[in-house]
């Protein structure tokens, strides 16, 4: 059987309707609009209510994201949720969504954990499951509460992330098989895992009332650190999967980058010489939601008419893990 590259055809993204400012934040810690913004770029970010789990954001990305397609949930084959804030340890959040958005029980799930590079991580594996015509459609549902495990009392972390889900459903190219997903590089560096982990909660670090003292159910992080391998990597692996698409850096008409930091997100830019009006960003908007970003920016560009037909969009990961990603993609909807 020959093998059919796999196309996104319909995207959905949800965040909550909370709204925490930079000046909310200057009531809880030691911090400031200034610091933030000119630190980050983030100026506010969305939070969930104590009542929504990831998969309850999940569930609305992934349904937006299925009418997006034309499809409906019966017809969806599997779901892949990247996610670093799953409802519980087990069962797979991938699992809640299906019941909950009427998958049929016959569709595979699963959780994949991978940072902040999830999303490029759960194209790939959905495009491998395409490829070869056994599945007519995969979800890949990123959904992320990252304040369920933000230190509040932590100011180096606390401002910078927030909430939210986006999907993309991923089918085997019909027709014109240029506007598909092109290439995929991935790359993981797990010598440096300790600069971003919660370290309690798993087998290493049960959770007991000292390490629940100590915090350690939340996420640390050494920003200073991760922030010069970030700066180095994202352009390197984003050069490696434009060659492998063919193409050349001015080629890309759109890139999304993880939403981390904006300051990452311009040098990388810079360093790959790509115009700063051909970067997707919601930083300043949504902050840091970890593996969904970069299915929110996609979602939220292609609604607003930015990405058309024929476009290529690269996207680029980076964070736990460490995990390095890229992918270029020609857009077929
Ligand atoms: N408000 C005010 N001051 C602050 C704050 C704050 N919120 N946070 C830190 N500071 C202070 C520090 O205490 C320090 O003060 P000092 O000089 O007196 O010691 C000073 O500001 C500088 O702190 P740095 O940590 O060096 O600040 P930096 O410029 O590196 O910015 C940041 C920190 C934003 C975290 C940056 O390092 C970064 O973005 N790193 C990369 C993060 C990343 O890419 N992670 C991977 C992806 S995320 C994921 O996977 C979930």
């Not at 995207?11 to 630190?39: C, M, Q």
């Not at 969806?76 to 019941?99: G, S």
């Not at 939210?164 to 085997?172: D, K, N, S, W």
């Not at 692996?237 to 063919?246: H, L, N, P, Q, Y």
């Amino acid at each position: 059987m020959s093998l059919r590259p796999g196309v996104i055809t319909g995207v959905g993204s949800y965040v909550p309707d909370r709204v925490l400012t930079n000046a909310d934040l200057e009531k809880i810690v030691e911090t400031s609009d200034e610091w933030i913004v000119s630190h980050t770029g983030i100026r506010e970010r969305r939070i969930a209510s104590d009542d929504q789990a990831s998969s309850d954001l999940g569930a609305q990305a992934a349904l937006a994201a299925i009418e997006d397609a034309g499809l409906a949930p019966e017809d969806i084959d599997y779901i892949i949720c990247p996610t670093v804030t799953p409802d519980q340890l087990f069962p797979c959040t991938a699992n809640t969504i299906q019941a909950a958005i009427g998958v049929p029980n016959a569709a595979g799930a699963f959780d994949l954990l991978s940072g902040c590079t999830g999303f490029i991580y759960g194209l790939q594996v959905a495009q491998q499951f395409v490829a070869g015509g056994a599945m007519g459609a995969v979800l890949v549902v990123a959904a992320e509460k990252l304040t369920s495990i933000t230190n509040w009392t932590d100011r180096s972390t606390c401002v910078l992330f927030g909430d939210g889900a986006g999907a993309a459903i991923v089918q085997p190219t019909e027709g014109d098989a240029g506007n598909c997903l092109l290439s995929f590089v991935l790359e993981s560096y797990g010598e440096y895992g300790y600069l971003l982990d919660v370290p309690g909660g798993g087998s290493r670090r049960p959770l007991t009332q000292e390490s629940l003292a100590a915090n350690e159910n939340c996420l640390r992080m050494n920003g200073p650190e991760l922030y010069k391998i970030a700066v180095r990597g994202v352009p390197e692996v984003a050069e490696k999967a434009i060659t492998r698409a063919g193409l050349t850096n001015a080629d890309i008409d759109w890139v999304i980058m993880h939403q981390a930091n904006m300051r990452i997100i311009e040098a990388g830019a810079r360093r790959l010489d790509i115009p700063e009006d051909r970067l997707v960003v919601n930083i300043d908007r949504l902050g840091n939601t970890s593996g969904a970003s970069i299915a929110i920016a996609l979602d939220e560009a292609y609604r607003d008419g930015r990405i058309q037909t024929g476009n290529n969009v690269l996207l680029v990961g980076f964070g736990a893990g460490f995990s390095l990603g890229a992918a270029v993609l020609r857009w077929g909807k």
